[in-house]
Nanobody, 118 residues
């Protein structure tokens, strides 16, 4: 089993920045594809960013150029740096770890709230 815990969310004004963290219970980045997803009220969950074990990164179109996904393997932690935040970025953000070739290994954190408002 893998436990994931998100942190770093909060209330910010448009144009400001936040850095989200996802702490894993053990070293997993050599095995699992990591990702950030978000869900806003009344909307479906959407992809924010993914990072494969091979280093390939994929961003959702609405965040390209503003958000950056990264991992610190020594700390067993994944990050999402969010710059130039907009009100439409308001959502609960979730971290995810999955094994592409073994889909029964698919783990989620509890989420952290990000609110962008004046």
């Amino acid at each position: 089993q893998v436990q994931l815990v998100e942190s770093g969310g909060g209330l910010v004004q448009p144009g400001e920045s936040l850095r989200l963290s996802c702490a894993a219970s053990r070293t997993i980045f050599s095995i699992y594809t990591m990702g950030w997803y978000r869900q806003a009220p009344g909307k479906q969950r959407e992809l924010v960013a993914t990072l494969s074990t091979g280093g390939n990164i994929n961003y959702g179109g609405s965040v390209k150029g503003r958000f950056t996904i990264s991992v610190n393997n020594a700390k067993n932690t994944m990050y999402l740096q969010m710059n130039s935040l907009k009100p439409e970025d308001t959502a609960v953000y979730y971290c995810n770890a999955r094994r592409v070739l073994a889909p029964q290994y698919d783990f989620w954190g509890q989420g952290t709230q990000v609110t962008v408002s004046s």
